[in-house]
């Protein structure tokens, strides 16, 4: 079996990488804005112009779907081309996201959230949840979704910490 050596400079990037995710934990809220949230916001709206053909709950419920899949498609790539460190470092842009997501879920009784298109346009998680007659859950929704979040993020730092060590190989 082959000797395992730390890569310090991978090692490095994971702790940075957490570190921000851990900032932005602290710091989500419905005033809190990063540079990621305009990335995550990009990929949500896309989801709502990509599947305007399947209904309005469905293209309703793109958004926030494609904000979630869109890391989740690039992490699996990495992982399939064997390329563990970078899948295990987008994870945790797909853990991030799902707290975004999960505050936008949280928002959807207080409605406190700016929305691009302003006061005239639909709140996504108010309509999703209204129409599934469990408006009056949005917490345990946003909560769930919060939770998986951090779960994603923390499997994340041991992913990346773990494939931060890679085989020697004799010269």
Do not use: C
């Given at each position: 079996m082959a000797a395992k050596k730390l890569n310090h400079y991978k090692l490095a990037a994971a702790l940075i990488v957490f570190a921000y995710?851990?900032?932005?934990?602290?710091?989500a809220s419905i005033s809190g804005w990063h540079l990621i949230d305009g990335v995550n916001l990009m990929f949500h709206e896309a989801g709502h112009a990509i599947i305007f053909f399947l209904g309005e709950f469905v293209q309703i419920a793109a958004g926030s779907l494609f904000q979630i899949l869109i890391p989740a498609i690039f992490a699996a790539y990495f992982f399939i081309h064997r390329q563990h460190f970078s899948g295990s470092l987008v994870l945790f842009w797909l853990g991030q996201s799902?707290?975004?997501?999960?505050?936008y879920a949280g928002d959807a009784i207080r409605l406190q959230l700016p929305l691009l298109g302003g006061d005239s346009v639909i709140h996504d998680w108010n309509y999703l949840l209204s129409n599934?007659?469990?408006?009056q859950h949005a917490d345990k929704v946003s909560g769930g979704i919060y939770f998986l979040g951090l779960i994603t993020i923390f499997a994340a730092l041991a992913l990346s910490v773990f494939f931060s060590f890679e085989n020697k190989t004799k010269s």
């Amino acid at each position: 079996m082959a000797a395992k050596k730390l890569n310090h400079y991978k090692l490095a990037a994971a702790l940075i990488v957490f570190a921000y995710a851990l900032y932005y934990i602290s710091d989500a809220s419905i005033s809190g804005w990063h540079l990621i949230d305009g990335v995550n916001l990009m990929f949500h709206e896309a989801g709502h112009a990509i599947i305007f053909f399947l209904g309005e709950f469905v293209q309703i419920a793109a958004g926030s779907l494609f904000q979630i899949l869109i890391p989740a498609i690039f992490a699996a790539y990495f992982f399939i081309h064997r390329q563990h460190f970078s899948g295990s470092l987008v994870l945790f842009w797909l853990g991030q996201s799902l707290v975004n997501v999960s505050i936008y879920a949280g928002d959807a009784i207080r409605l406190q959230l700016p929305l691009l298109g302003g006061d005239s346009v639909i709140h996504d998680w108010n309509y999703l949840l209204s129409n599934l007659g469990i408006l009056q859950h949005a917490d345990k929704v946003s909560g769930g979704i919060y939770f998986l979040g951090l779960i994603t993020i923390f499997a994340a730092l041991a992913l990346s910490v773990f494939f931060s060590f890679e085989n020697k190989t004799k010269s």
